[in-house]
């Protein structure tokens, strides 16, 4: 049995793609995106917060959708204003906190993802930044993914479980100096995302490269050991997040499906429409088919 609470699930959840794939082509009436994940996943991380405050109202309504699902904590992405373009101002502070205190307040922010990019070195001037971020969110329950190998520091480690600050565990593309995989704890949260290995488009600067850069799907023999991680994370983090961005055509679905069933040993619930697309989750379905389809995927 699994220690730890552990939570797995995609990023994001609104992809036009997704229609006929993830959810029913002709949606019925009152159909939520956010609420049919819920059904299946106790995480969804909130990918549009990266690019922009998230509304209070927004966040509102993400909470009825979730209500149903008691286990259910969001992760979310901090705006890129803060780790793209270091406008840490005061102004920024305050659009980000209207929509995260929504959430926070209610007990369903389980963490505040600090992403910064490849380019982001380990050095004396982008340490002191990170350390400002950090005291500036204090009262979030933090993580901070990094890319770069220089980050590979026990210094950097040390920095984080200092301020119980989690660190991400990514897989990327290994190209150059990229971080490796890993299994790290620096804090109560843990915290695990999947990229996926697109090697040929993950920094190119193509526009129609950036749209296939997550298009992924992992084999179960690579999906097997970031399970064995997860477990080893999760003897010492309280609460872990495991998270797909591989989201094209659903594919962060099914392997966050397929990562509940290596995690805990026990077949999972699965969308008929997303096994009719992919039919090796037959093998970790908990029930058979419905025939007709609930919702055609046409």
């Not at 380990?122 to 930044?129: D, F, K, L, M, T």
């Not at 077949?267 to 970790?284: A, C, F, G």
Request: aromatic share 12%.
């Amino acid at each position: 049995m699994l220690k730890a609470a552990v939570r797995v699930g995609p990023a994001g959840w609104v992809y036009k793609e997704w229609a006929g794939v993830v959810y029913p082509k002709k949606k019925p009436r009152g159909f939520q995106e956010l609420q049919y994940l819920a059904e299946y996943f106790d995480t969804v991380e909130i990918n549009s917060s990266f690019y922009g405050p998230s509304p209070p109202a927004h966040c509102k309504q993400w909470l009825e959708q979730i209500a149903a699902n008691p286990r259910f904590l969001f992760t979310a992405k901090l705006w890129d204003k803060f780790t793209h373009a270091f406008d840490a101002s005061p102004e920024n502070e305050r659009a980000v906190r209207a929509g995260f205190d929504v959430l926070h307040e209610r007990g369903k922010l389980g963490a505040v993802l600090i992403q910064f990019p490849f380019s982001f070195h380990r050095g004396p001037e982008n340490v002191a930044y990170l350390k400002r971020l950090l005291k500036r969110f204090a009262d979030y329950p933090l993580v901070v993914e990094v890319r770069h190998a220089t980050w590979n520091d026990p210094s950097f480690y040390a920095l984080l479980a200092e301020r119980e600050v989690g660190f991400c565990n990514i897989d990327q593309p290994i190209i150059g100096r990229s971080l490796e995989p890993s299994q790290e704890t620096t804090g109560p949260i843990g915290y695990v995302r999947l990229h996926g290995r697109r090697y040929d488009t993950w920094f190119s600067d193509d526009p129609v490269a950036n749209e296939e850069r997550y298009d992924y799907l992992y084999s179960k023999e690579e999906l097997e050991p970031w399970a064995k991680r997860t477990a080893e994370i999760m003897k010492e983090a309280r609460n872990v997040h495991v998270v797909t961005n591989n989201c094209d055509m659903g594919k962060s679905v099914v392997n966050a499906l397929e990562l509940m069933n290596l995690l805990t040993g026990l077949k999972v619930s699965v969308p008929d429409t997303l096994r009719h697309r992919y039919p090796r989750l037959d093998k970790i379905a908990s029930e058979p088919p419905k025939a007709p389809l609930l919702f055609p995927t046409a």
